[in-house]
């Protein structure tokens, strides 16, 4: 095998022909002299066609092409025009690099893939060049995985949720296919308007191909949804309504720490109730053997509260037994706002009066078995990124990091399979 061929194969380019190699000693970098095999030469770099000669443009130009370990390697080739029906005089394309790129597939893919398991810095560092350079590999990257399919395309069934990313009330909204587990859209902000954009680009006629959307219990996207998609069934986040029970739970023990300590002065009662906060708030399965005393001690000094921790956990039930028979959840659900409009704690009667306004949807959580488990598994990705960067300066970075790792394949390392887990 000759150099040329070895330098081919160590380079991972096709359809190239290596024409010699040389150092460049001002530079300290090794110089491959490259032009296209013969049956791709002379097409037009934007739409690949044949295309007539044009002239030779700026002549001979670089690609930076991945370090052979610690020394640069530049691919050269000359960068003639041919002037395209379509799109005019145009460099021609080369199959090593993609069109107005500076580096060759290679050294994309690879900064790519360390993008997507690093911080940008440390890629940047390690591939020799600046973090603003990778933020454009990474949108180059993404541009063209995603060329020529719309992620819009083919939605049934989606889930929305916003995220804070930043202190100050900094959020990004976010949407994800539920079929395909993947994200299909996210925007800085959050609120109707954000959320009317997204539908903006949807389109009417994809809109109305929707089935499910599941949501938090925000206002917001409520009336967006009555106003954009009425005839999709809104699906109600189950963790969610669990944590509305858990704060009333929350709220009554308070309300019991502050009669005993303020009402009966017993100090003693007052610290009791106060260290009870993870034993209420614990499923009931899960319990420590300290943690079903203090219950105990709870039922037999303090009936309303243990009352309202019963009733946190008859509604945590509630989503429990839809997993099996969702029938007889929805007649425990009906059973469940019955005795919390009953109980006389103002924390959960409350509750009953906000879940009897997302009745249907909580329904809807029972009897599909949907929720927002896949929005909050990518929310928590996202955070990962936030901390893995240390910050970003702005959303769109990060908007770029979660398009390219979440919302597709994630790049592979130049030359090498993907794996599957």
């Not at 906060?277 to 420590?288: I, M, V």
């Not at 509260?305 to 959840?329: D, G, I, M, N």
Request: glycine share 6%; charged share 30%; hydrophobic share 40%.
């Amino acid at each position: 095998m000759s150099i040329f061929s070895i330098w081919k194969r160590a380079l991972t380019v096709e359809n190239t022909v290596v024409e010699g190699i040389r150092w460049d000693e001002s530079e300290q970098c090794v110089i491959v002299s490259v032009r296209p095999e013969a049956r791709r030469r002379q097409r037009c770099g934007i739409c690949a066609r044949p295309a007539p000669w044009y002239d030779t443009g700026r002549g001979r130009r670089r690609w930076r092409a991945l370090d052979h370990g610690a020394v640069k390697v530049f691919l050269e080739a000359d960068a003639s025009r041919v002037a395209c029906q379509e799109h005019g005089p145009t460099v021609i394309a080369v199959p090593w690099a993609r069109h107005g790129a500076g580096h060759t597939l290679a050294f994309d893919a690879q900064t790519a893939w360390m993008a997507a398991e690093c911080s940008k810095s440390a890629t940047a560092t390690l591939m020799r060049t600046s973090w603003r350079t990778v933020g454009n590999i990474v949108a180059r990257y993404v541009a063209d995985r995603d060329k020529g399919r719309d992620r819009l395309d083919g939605l049934r069934r989606i889930g929305i949720d916003e995220i804070s990313h930043r202190r100050g009330q900094k959020y990004l909204t976010c949407v994800v296919d539920h079929d395909t587990g993947r994200v299909v859209w996210m925007a800085e902000a959050h609120g109707k308007d954000v959320l009317n954009r997204f539908f903006d680009a949807l389109g009417p006629a994809r809109a109305t191909r929707l089935t499910h959307v599941s949501a938090d219990g925000a206002g917001w996207i409520a009336e967006v949804l009555a106003a954009r998609v009425p005839d999709a069934i809104r699906v109600m986040d189950p963790f969610h309504v669990v944590a509305w029970a858990t704060d009333a739970l929350d709220e009554e023990r308070r309300a019991s720490w502050n009669r005993a300590r303020r009402e009966t002065g017993d100090r003693e009662r007052a610290r009791a109730l106060k260290d009870s906060r993870f034993a209420l708030w614990k499923n009931e399965g899960d319990l420590t053997d300290r943690q079903t005393a203090k219950l105990a001690w709870i039922a037999a000094t303090d009936p309303r509260l243990h009352r309202a921790w019963r009733l946190k956990e008859a509604l945590r039930t509630v989503f429990s037994l839809a997993r099996t028979r969702p029938t007889a959840a929805l007649r425990n659900l009906d059973k469940w706002i019955g005795w919390a409009r009953r109980c006389r704690i103002p924390a959960f009667v409350d509750l009953q009066r906000k879940i009897r306004r997302h009745y249907d949807a909580i329904r809807a959580a029972l009897t599909t078995r949907m929720s927002n488990g896949l929005v909050e598994s990518t929310n928590t990705k996202t955070r990962l990124i936030i901390r893995r960067g240390f910050g970003f300066h702005t959303a769109d970075a990060i908007i770029a990091l979660v398009m390219l790792t979440l919302a597709g394949d994630k790049p592979t390392l130049p030359g090498r399979q993907p794996t599957t887990r």
